[in-house]
């Protein structure tokens, strides 16, 4: 049998199966992008043992859980391990600290005549190194920001660079009251994971310095850690910079076009998946009423509706094109150059997007 790790960084580095045998519950509120949730109580059982330790101690609960988990319930759960295991004999299980769940499991499993690895620590230990080892990467990586109006595929600038962490992309928000994707958003723990998994893999790649998008600190419900929006307070800024009609094209495709094809996967008719799209834009329209002044809302959401009236009766989407103009040019194009103004000092360089990529790459290896 393989030894039981604590290697931490190599698990992530590698992308090692990870067999997490904690309640859904707990899986539910954190967990890792390679790990598999296969219990050993589900969630009503962890609360009976839970109570019965409060009261009664350690053993009754453990002579509670085997009760719980017996017969048929424990040959089922084991039977889904061994299947587990087979399919990935390079992982390892966990449970919360590495403790008494994950040493039964690997008993149970040993009975079954198979032998498997677990992670010394548990969940509680991996979810640590990966907050360290966050804070570590922006010392001694120092971030630098993408920044530029809205619609001048900064997105795109950082998808294109191997020492990039895509902020937006782990908390699945593009960062704008527009954002929101037809699936929700991961937990906040999860996005943590996912970020510092990034930032592991980068680093691990030799990159010196780290890309990030200028955001704010919540994309969507997702807030980014502290110490990395602290560093990004600090950072040096690149400024991406575009036409308006490309601008404008760009917008089109990520919130018409992409966000209609979003909610067509998640809903099976095509008459409520549209209705879900349009519902989606006219709300986000109406999140930024206070800002847009009354007067403005009403005439780009007149737009808008037209907009969707025509998108559904014909597919042709180009009226989208002027609601997006005005949204640029009475809201977020005045929000931005406010914002480069108050940043000017931070700004060493200025591009398009094959300045910027070649800029970035190049700082990013020295």
């Known amino acids: 049998m393989r030894d039981n790790t604590e290697d931490f960084r190599q698990l992530f580095l590698s992308d090692v199966p990870l067999m997490d045998v904690r309640a859904p519950i707990e899986f539910a509120k954190g967990a890792f992008p390679a790990s598999c949730n296969l219990p050993l109580m589900n969630d ?23 009760k719980l988990v017996s ?42 005549g198979v032998q498997y690895p677990r992670v010394v620590g548990g969940y509680k230990a991996m979810r640590r190194f990966l907050i360290d080892s966050l804070d570590e990467a922006v010392v001694q990586c120092p971030p630098v920001l993408v920044a530029g109006l809205t619609g001048t595929g900064k997105t795109e600038v950082i998808a294109a660079l191997s020492n990039s962490l895509d902020l937006e992309g782990h908390a ?4 704008s009251s527009f954002g929101r ?15 510092s998994i990034e930032a592991l893999k980068v680093r691990a790649a030799g990159a010196q310095r ?9 994309v969507g419900s997702c807030t980014v850690p502290l110490n990395v929006f602290a560093a990004m307070q600090q950072a040096s800024l690149v400024w991406l910079e575009d036409s308006q009609e490309n601008r404008i094209t760009r917008i089109l495709g990520d919130y018409v ?9 998640v809903h099976s008719e095509p008459e409520q998946a549209f209705s ?23 005439t780009l959401d007149s737009i808008m509706r037209d907009a969707l009236a025509q998108q559904q009766r014909t597919g042709d989407v180009s009226l989208h094109r002027q609601w997006i103009k005005g949204l640029l040019e009475n809201y977020y194009d005045p929000m931005y150059a406010y914002q480069r103004e108050s940043k000017q000092v931070r700004v060493e ?18």
């Open 44 to 66: 009503t059982e962890r609360q009976q043992v839970g109570t019965t330790y409060k009261h009664n101690g350690q053993d009754a609960a453990i002579a509670l859980g085997h």
């Open 71 to 112: 017969g048929d319930i424990k040959a089922a759960r084991i039977d889904a391990w061994v299947e587990q295991v087979r399919a990935n004999p390079q992982g390892y299980l966990y449970c919360f600290r590495g403790g008494l769940r994950s040493q039964l499991v690997q008993v149970w499993l040993a009975d079954a």
């Open 172 to 175: 699945h928000h593009r960062g």
């Open 181 to 195: 994707h037809a699936t929700p958003q991961p937990t906040q723990i999860d996005f943590e994971n996912r970020l």
């Open 210 to 218: 780290l890309v990030l998008e200028d955001e704010g600190r919540m």
């Open 257 to 265: 076009t992409d966000m209609h094809a979003e909610y067509a996967q």
């Open 276 to 298: 879900a799209f349009a519902e989606h834009l006219l709300e986000s329209l109406l999140r930024i009423r206070k800002r847009l002044g009354g007067e403005q809302h009403q």
């Open 349 to 366: 360089f200025s591009g398009n997007h094959q300045e910027i990529i070649e800029y970035l790459a190049e700082l990013g290896a020295r």
